[in-house]
């Protein structure tokens, strides 16, 4: 009877962690929007006003919304709106943007997981 | 410590014709069960990875490996090339067998992965056999040779079959020592963790679950001798394994590692993983998950929960065990590596199968006790055990290039940019072009740099091929153009070497450009397109 009393919570456990996937906020499909959107987001902040402009469609495509949406998200309010970051409107905001974009990924998965 | 076959639960008793000595061949086969079953999968192991080991994509990691190898092969002073990328050197160095046997470096770096999934088979069987006896080891070396995750990730030059080659040794040999200490398997433990350390950072949880097997340890008199027995054995064992991972420092490159791996970025710092757990697991724990489903079959799953859950009733310490080296390494993978993917999971989950093969045991036994019968439960356990293994490994015996991988495996080794679908096409395109050239070659790279052209044109150390970057001054000499994606827009100044945040851009003008052949990677990946540039 204990054997099968173990058996018994070592399956409902082991079924819960691998197919029910506790306390995830958000499946594989958004992850792998999120990490896309970060690799274009890093490339286009390396190549530059032309390329981020291409940047925020990308953002857009992948999210489904607009990058300023995504703001609230990430639980940070920058000097200008992500948009006008990307296009490069002034070279200050331009070099806040190249350092904040590469980890967007991060933060965008950070605030979904309630940090 | 082991079972005899006629005490596992609705194990038939021997029987059948007879031989000349009065017992049947079905009654020596069952004696040597062990002897059996290891030839059979190693059988079907071979062939099975023959089948793909020239037929998948070349991947990119390891065709860097692939590159290495040749030039640690050739030049004395780069035997230890392999710590650039924070890796040992044992891959490399195995690979120099099939390389003066004749083989490629890439089937060279490819039958190191495969030879160390094989050991690793024999060394579960060995595992399981000390654990639950001889028929769960021949459950668990098959459910080894059908399991989708050892299939895919020995077709590709990874380096964690090895990891877990060396990880699965060491397993057996501290279940050995904690039951009977001695110098022997001390050494040859020593050994196996050394060969851990020299292979990736990964080999360290070999070290660090050590202190674990003393859970099986006696404690019955003389605990005192016995434990003081096992001590020296271990640190025997550690001085070993230490002394095999120092030869690295005979390379000025052991020095910068800390530079190396600061830069490389691939693993999340243990501080920064603790301090972040709910984020890591937020990001990783949902790709590793299907993964995990997928290469281990959700049947083969329920089978570890039923086997660890009659392990942990009826041999706790030995459970907490298994558990340990199968929960600690998946935690690890899951908050240290800084991606989910798939080749991570293979060291991590090695030292389940035990478990599954108890788990499936027990279920039969169940089943046949229920029933009164043994045919037909033996025949449902392993319909249900291994048919969803076997419809992946067939896909994928198929159609390597293109089978659908779960989760992040799919973009990283058949859709995306590092993948290595079309390479073939356009090197052979290159070869038929550049028959009777006299002279190098100059091929020009556009988007992710890949060694596969290289190796599939039999130049890995790019002699004959020279392979430069489509934005440095050496591509206006090139023939051919190989990009991955769009080209960039053409240069308007010189970019300076190595600046990786300047703009990217050709040094070829695009009206030179006349498109050979494109390759477009399922799923809607990435396009590789091969170029011929006229002269100016």
Same mark, same amino acid.
Not at chain 2, 466 to 475: D, K, L, R, T
């Given at each position: 009877?204990?054997? *099968?009393?173990?058996?018994?919570?070592?399956?409902?456990?082991?079924a819960?962690?691998?197919?029910?996937?506790?306390? =995830?906020?958000?499946?594989?499909?958004?992850?792998?929007?999120?990490?896309?959107?970060?690799?274009?987001?890093?490339?286009?902040?390396?190549?530059?006003?032309?390329?981020?402009n291409?940047s925020?469609?990308?953002?857009?495509?992948?999210?489904?919304?607009?990058?300023?949406?995504?703001?609230?998200?990430?639980?940070?309010?920058?000097?200008?709106?992500?948009?006008? +970051?990307?296009?490069?409107?002034?070279?200050?905001?331009?070099?806040g943007? /190249?350092?904040?974009?590469?980890?967007?990924?991060?933060q965008?998965? =950070?605030?979904? #997981?309630?940090? | 410590?082991?079972? *005899?076959?006629a005490?596992?639960?609705?194990v038939?008793?021997?029987?059948?014709?007879?031989?000349?000595?009065?017992?049947?061949?079905r009654?020596?086969?069952?004696?040597?069960?062990?002897?059996?079953?290891?030839?059979?999968?190693?059988?079907?192991?071979?062939?099975?990875?023959?089948?793909?080991?020239?037929?998948?994509?070349?991947?990119?990691?390891?065709?860097?490996?692939?590159?290495?190898?040749?030039?640690?092969?050739?030049?004395?002073?780069?035997?230890?090339?392999?710590? %650039?990328?924070?890796?040992?050197?044992?891959?490399?160095?195995?690979?120099?067998?099939?390389?003066?046997?004749?083989?490629?470096?890439?089937?060279?770096?490819?039958?190191?992965?495969?030879?160390?999934?094989?050991?690793?088979?024999?060394?579960?069987?060995?595992?399981t056999?000390?654990?639950?006896?001889?028929?769960?080891?021949?459950?668990?070396?098959? @459910?080894?040779?059908?399991?989708?995750?050892?299939?895919?990730?020995?077709?590709?030059?990874?380096?964690?079959?090895?990891?877990? &080659?060396?990880?699965? !040794?060491?397993?057996?040999?501290?279940?050995?020592?904690?039951?009977?200490?001695?110098?022997?398997?001390?050494?040859?433990?020593?050994?196996?963790?050394?060969?851990?350390?020299?292979?990736?950072e *990964?080999?360290?949880?070999?070290?660090?679950? @050590?202190?674990? *097997?003393?859970?099986?340890?006696?404690?019955?008199?003389?605990?005192?001798?016995?434990?003081?027995?096992?001590?020296g054995?271990?640190?025997?064992?550690?001085?070993?394994?230490?002394?095999?991972?120092?030869? =690295?420092?005979?390379?000025?490159? $052991?020095?910068?590692?800390?530079?190396?791996?600061?830069?490389?970025?691939? $693993?999340?710092p243990?501080?920064?993983?603790? !301090?972040?757990?709910?984020?890591?697991? +937020?990001?990783?724990?949902?790709?590793?998950?299907?993964?995990?489903?997928?290469?281990?079959?959700?049947?083969?799953?329920?089978?570890?929960?039923?086997?660890?859950?009659?392990?942990? #009733?009826?041999?706790?310490?030995?459970?907490?065990?298994?558990?340990?080296?199968?929960? %600690?390494?998946?935690?690890?993978?899951?908050?240290?590596?800084?991606?989910p993917?798939?080749h991570?999971?293979?060291?991590?989950?090695?030292?389940?199968?035990?478990?599954?093969?108890?788990?499936?045991? =027990?279920?039969y036994?169940?089943?046949?006790?229920?029933?009164?019968?043994?045919?037909?439960?033996?025949?449902?356990v392993?319909?249900?055990?291994?048919?969803?293994?076997?419809?992946?490994?067939?896909?994928?015996?198929?159609?390597?290039?293109?089978?659908?991988?779960?989760?992040?495996?799919?973009?990283?080794?058949?859709?995306?940019?590092?993948?290595?679908?079309?390479?073939? +096409?356009?090197s052979?395109?290159?070869? +038929?072009?550049?028959?009777?050239?006299?002279?190098?070659?100059?091929?020009?790279? !556009?988007?992710?740099?890949?060694?596969?052209?290289?190796?599939?044109?039999?130049?890995?150390?790019?002699?004959?091929?020279?392979?430069?970057?489509?934005?440095?001054?050496?591509?206006?000499?090139?023939?051919?153009?190989?990009?991955?994606?769009?080209?960039?827009?053409? /240069?308007?100044?010189?970019?300076?070497?190595?600046?990786?945040?300047?703009?990217? /851009?050709?040094?070829?003008?695009?009206?030179?450009?006349?498109?050979?052949?494109?390759?477009?990677?399922?799923?809607?990946?990435?396009?590789?397109?091969?170029? &011929?540039?006229?002269?100016?």
């Amino acid at each position: 009877m204990r054997t *099968s009393w173990i058996v018994a919570a070592s399956v409902v456990v082991v079924a819960v962690v691998m197919f029910v996937g506790p306390f =995830e906020r958000f499946g594989v499909g958004d992850l792998n929007r999120i990490r896309q959107a970060e690799a274009v987001l890093t490339a286009g902040c390396v190549r530059g006003e032309r390329q981020a402009n291409a940047s925020v469609e990308t953002l857009v495509r992948y999210f489904g919304r607009d990058p300023d949406q995504l703001l609230p998200l990430v639980g940070a309010t920058p000097p200008s709106s992500m948009r006008d +970051q990307l296009t490069g409107l002034e070279p200050s905001l331009r070099e806040g943007a /190249c350092v904040r974009y590469p980890a967007l990924g991060t933060q965008v998965s =950070e605030a979904l #997981a309630g940090r | 410590m082991s079972t *005899s076959v006629a005490n596992v639960p609705g194990v038939p008793r021997p029987g059948g014709p007879a031989t000349a000595d009065g017992r049947s061949w079905r009654t020596i086969a069952i004696e040597h069960i062990d002897l059996v079953c290891v030839a059979i999968f190693a059988l079907v192991y071979i062939a099975t990875r023959l089948a793909v080991l020239w037929r998948f994509p070349p991947y990119f990691d390891e065709t860097f490996y692939a590159h290495e190898a040749p030039i640690a092969l050739h030049q004395p002073g780069q035997r230890f090339i392999s710590l %650039i990328d924070d890796k040992g050197p044992l891959l490399i160095w195995l690979s120099f067998i099939p390389q003066k046997l004749g083989f490629a470096p890439l089937t060279s770096v490819r039958l190191v992965a495969q030879a160390a999934g094989l050991w690793t088979m024999v060394m579960v069987g060995l595992t399981t056999r000390l654990i639950a006896g001889r028929v769960a080891a021949a459950v668990a070396m098959g @459910l080894f040779v059908v399991t989708p995750l050892w299939l895919v990730f020995t077709a590709i030059g990874f380096d964690e079959p090895l990891v877990a &080659a060396a990880a699965t !040794s060491a397993l057996y040999l501290q279940l050995r020592l904690a039951d009977r200490p001695n110098l022997r398997d001390a050494t040859l433990l020593g050994l196996a963790l050394g060969a851990g350390l020299l292979t990736k950072e *990964s080999g360290k949880l070999a070290v660090i679950l @050590l202190p674990v *097997s003393l859970l099986l340890v006696s404690w019955e008199r003389p605990w005192i001798k016995r434990l003081a027995t096992w001590v020296g054995c271990a640190a025997l064992a550690l001085v070993i394994g230490y002394a095999l991972y120092s030869v =690295e420092r005979l390379s000025p490159l $052991y020095y910068e590692l800390g530079e190396i791996r600061r830069s490389l970025g691939q $693993y999340t710092p243990v501080s920064t993983a603790l !301090s972040h757990i709910g984020s890591i697991y +937020q990001q990783n724990w949902p790709g590793y998950r299907v993964e995990l489903d997928h290469y281990l079959t959700p049947t083969l799953i329920l089978a570890f929960a039923v086997g660890a859950g009659v392990l942990l #009733a009826r041999r706790t310490r030995m459970a907490l065990v298994l558990l340990a080296w199968t929960v %600690i390494p998946l935690a690890s993978v899951v908050f240290i590596a800084s991606r989910p993917l798939g080749h991570y999971l293979v060291p991590a989950v090695t030292p389940a199968f035990p478990v599954m093969a108890v788990g499936l045991l =027990e279920t039969y036994g169940f089943l046949s006790r229920r029933s009164g019968r043994t045919r037909w439960p033996a025949v449902v356990v392993a319909v249900v055990a291994v048919v969803p293994s076997l419809w992946f490994d067939v896909q994928f015996i198929a159609k390597p290039a293109t089978t659908k991988l779960p989760a992040y495996d799919d973009r990283e080794l058949i859709t995306d940019a590092a993948a290595g679908g079309g390479w073939k +096409q356009i090197s052979e395109v290159i070869r +038929q072009r550049t028959v009777g050239a006299h002279g190098p070659v100059t091929i020009a790279y !556009s988007g992710i740099i890949t060694f596969a052209v290289s190796l599939l044109l039999g130049d890995p150390e790019q002699i004959r091929y020279p392979y430069v970057s489509i934005a440095s001054p050496a591509a206006t000499a090139a023939s051919f153009v190989t990009a991955t994606g769009a080209l960039p827009p053409a /240069c308007t100044a010189t970019p300076p070497p190595n600046d990786i945040a300047f703009p990217p /851009c050709s040094m070829i003008p695009p009206s030179r450009l006349r498109r050979l052949t494109s390759y477009q990677r399922p799923r809607g990946g990435v396009v590789v397109t091969l170029y &011929a540039v006229s002269p100016p």
